[in-house]
């Protein structure tokens, strides 16, 4: 096996248990492989080994990659801060954004997908721990984000998605991550992903009702 299949194969096993511990279907748990600073012969290793899904934080590092491995079928993720003069290239090369925590990211990534992609998914991003310095829409916001991308004609409202401070225990955080779903749906807001979990923090994450685990160190090894 190779060394990236043994990591896989690995992690793999861990998801398993966990989704077993939260009495879950290890089958509801869609991985994304965070592949930013790593290139794209890196990417390949691990596609090869299996992996369909990667997640990037940064356009113009990603651009490259998405061009070099354009003839695989990859589903690509954007999962970092976006800024308004580069929602353009997300919204053509991507497949998903799991980081939208404004309306007018929301509305030119709308505009300027492309009518031959298809619709564009999308996550809103809570800042749940309430760190100043964190992107995310505020919980108490997140309602009426929430309904100004269901108008949006060619973006598709998958679910939420959440980091935790690093610094506090993650449980509670995915606690009121898990809580403001609820809310949500009992509001109308009919999402299906709750993107959270990282390398260090899938298992609460998990427990948590998370579906799509964004994992970097554990598939690719320490970033520099
Ligand atoms: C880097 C990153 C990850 C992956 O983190 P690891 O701890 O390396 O698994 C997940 N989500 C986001 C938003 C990231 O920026």
């Known amino acids: 096996m190779s060394e990236a299949a043994q990591r896989i194969a690995a992690l793999r096993a861990k ?14 748990l869609q991985l994304i492989a965070v592949s930013k600073t790593f ?6 290793e691990l596609a090869d080994a299996g992996l369909s899904d990667f997640g990037e934080n940064y356009v113009d590092e990603a651009q490259e990659k998405l061009a070099a491995l354009a003839d695989r079928s990859i589903r690509w993720h954007f999962i970092g801060p976006l800024q308004s003069n580069k929602t353009r290239a997300v919204a053509e090369g991507f497949d ?15 505009s300027q997908r492309p009518a031959n992609r298809g619709e564009l998914n999308v996550c809103v991003q809570v800042n749940i721990s ?3 310095s964190k992107s995310g829409v505020a919980p108490a916001d997140a309602a009426a984000l929430c309904t100004a991308i269901e108008e949006l004609p060619s973006l598709r409202l998958r679910g939420l998605m959440a980091i935790p401070d690093p610094a506090r225990e993650p449980e509670p955080q995915y606690a009121a991550l898990a809580e403001l779903r609820q809310a949500l749906h009992r509001r109308g807001h009919a999402m299906d992903v709750l993107s959270a979990g990282m ?12 579906t799509h685990l964004r994992i970097g160190t554990a598939l690719f090894g320490a970033r520099r």
């Open 199 to 210: 390398s260090g923090d899938f298992v609460q994450a998990i427990a948590h009702g998370a």
């Open 96 to 110: 998903w954004v799991h980081s939208v925590d404004r309306l007018k990211i929301a509305r030119r990534l709308s």
């Open 130 to 132: 309430g760190e100043a």
């Open 15 to 28: 998801i398993r248990a966990a989704a077993a511990a939260a009495g879950r279907s290890p089958e509801a």
């Open 39 to 44: 290139g794209a012969d890196r990417v390949a």
